[in-house]
């Protein structure tokens, strides 16, 4: 881990100083503050004012950043000087780091982000090494062999690793680099020129000359291992590179490929002991305590998230579901504990907004184009996860039976429903459903396509209120007081009595929610 004051050091007094506050904070990453987002900052954020200008905006800024945890707020001067910002400062104890005014925001991106994981992996080698700092120095050393600033991806198009000299780029490859991930749409402008195919045919080196959108030319070269494709080095070039300084380049990939699986191999690894670690907590076994340190579960609230695939066939919902986990985990900062447990995937996070916290996972999982099921259990304490996961599996259940509307559901909009299904199955269970005049409106229903029973349903849930009861059947309210003298005459039921319209109800909701 890394303090405030010790990524200001790293990067040096030119370009940031500690204006005011404390800078003993430490740091899990970097974001940049977007107008009208209030879910992107999380605990021990380093937050970039890039589109602070005025005092006011400053002083809300740092507000909300003090408020979600955050680590500092960056800004450039005059801001960090103005009253009003200093008052709001001593408020929430954040510490504000001034920027020099002629440093570009998207070189300090790349530059934070390369001091914070050049940290992480000294952390790393002092418990088990990740290889990431290897591969920043892969980097620059291949950076060197090309003359020209390189990227280092996985095969999916997410940043592990890039070289000095960034700011000697294009806006495709800034926006790369402070996305940690190919953007999609240059994704797509390379892939409609065949890139991506190209790399998957065994080419040694791939050259895509300069586009008319100001892109300028990539060398780029396949990272393989045992026919594996598992990513690739992207080169940011002036124009066609000389045959001798391409090979030069392409023979360091074997090199980051063996870096790769190594870093591959540890997150396995990692990944497979911390999802059994999960699994022992959300089934209640062992110390709740101790589990919950290992995985550096904060103790505050947190909920279970189960996440389903709604594909039909098992290979493709076993796709989906190693999407998913790769997605969720994926990422600088708070990774969100996961396990799998028959055919689930369960995620532990805090009950809390920014990042990390549930509110950013269910937009996140929302947003995809099919999106899976997901239901939420409740906040509890980290002893009570096992009740969570319970109460999550009941409404993942709810979701695949079309009893809750989805595709996402937390327990706050489940309980009526759960409180009615869990009556539902007790009360068929024990035969309510066997006794009075519904079995005649039943088979009424079944025998003539009547809709008696639904309009008796309909007619109890709201009482008093015909027209309300109309609207949810589609029908005029005239038809309703039709239907319901009707149902009356054949069932031979008194409805003014209390007693019966209540253990009607009872049977009915039975039938309804089982």
Known sequence: MITVQGVVDRVGPTLLHVRLGGAATHVNDVVIAEPG??????????????????????VELIRHCGAQGAAAVLLKPPLPARGAARSATKETGLAVVEVHSGAAWAQLVWLLRSVLDAAADEFEDDTRSSGLGDLFRLADAAAAVVDAPVTIEDANSRVLAYSARQDRTDPARVSTIMGRRVPDDVLARFRSRGVFRELSRGRTTIFVPAQQDGTLPRLIVP????????????????????????????????????????????????RRRSAELVRAVLEGRGSVRLVAAELNLTDEPHRVVAIASRADDPLGAEGMRLALW??????????????????????????????????SLRAALAEDRTPPLVAAGPPVPLTGLAESRDLAEETLALLRAGLLDGPVASHEQAWPVLVLHRAAVAAVGSGVTDFGPLSVLLAQDEGSGTSYVDTLYEWLRHPGDPRAASRALRIHPNTLRYRMAKLTELARVDLDDPDVRLALLAQLTALRWR
């Open 326 to 359: 790769e997605r969720i985990t994926a990422g600088v900062g708070r990774r969100p504990a996961m396990a799998e447990l028959h055919d689930v995937l369960y995620a532990v996070v805090p009950d809390r907004p920014g990042e990390g916290g549930w509110p």
């Open 223 to 270: 990272i393989r291992m045992g026919g594996e494709l598992l990513g690739s080095m992207w080169a940011v070039v002036a124009g066609p590179v000389a045959d001798e300084r391409a090979a030069a380049f392409a023979d360091t990939a074997p090199v980051v490929a063996l870096h790769l699986l190594r870093r591959r191999a540890t997150e396995d690894a990692e």
């Open 37 to 58: 987002r209030k879910d992107q900052v999380g605990d021990g954020d380093l937050v970039l004012g890039v589109s602070v200008h005025t005092a006011k905006d400053a």
